[in-house]
């Protein structure tokens, strides 16, 4: 029993000390599974967008912003239909929002850019 309480007397400031540590780094654990690794990187890059794309946006009324801050960040990556291994640009076909897609979009992302081919709007 005394070595239990000698165990739970490090360990809870321990761990109260590496969350606070943590915290203010911005680490966080939901960044390590696929799509969100692919969305950040996509993020990350310049962005490129095609004739149809542009066409499309004006067509639906949908702005830059719009389009990285709720579209892209809170989208889905479909992997099944994408080529991720494709080199030397892979390619994703993403649909917003997660449940019940509305809009779907196909891009390849490149070493240093993201060329957004299509923009489509599913109902």
């Given amino acids: 029993m005394k070595k239990l ?4 007397i490090g360990l809870i400031p321990g761990l109260a000390i590496v969350f606070f540590v ?6 966080s654990c939901s960044g390590y599974l696929p799509n969100s690794r692919v ?9 490129k967008y095609s ?3 542009k066409a499309e946006m004006t067509a639906l009324k949908i702005n830059e912003k ?3 801050d709720s579209i892209i960040t809170k989208g889905k990556v479909d ?4 080529h991720a291994q494709k080199t030397p640009c892979p390619d994703y076909l993403l ?19 993201v060329t ?8």
Wanted: net charge positive.
């Fill in 79 to 82: 992997f099944d239909r994408s």
């Fill in 116 to 123: 957004l081919n299509s923009l489509k709007k599913l109902k």
């Fill in 51 to 53: 004739d149809a794309f």
């Fill in 66 to 68: 719009f389009l990285k």
């Fill in 95 to 113: 649909t917003y929002p997660e449940n019940n897609p509305t809009y779907e979009i196909s891009y390849e992302k490149c070493e240093e850019t």
């Fill in 5 to 8: 309480k000698f165990y739970l």
């Fill in 39 to 47: 969305i950040a990187e996509t993020l990350s890059k310049d962005f």
């Fill in 22 to 27: 943590l915290n203010k780094k911005g680490a």
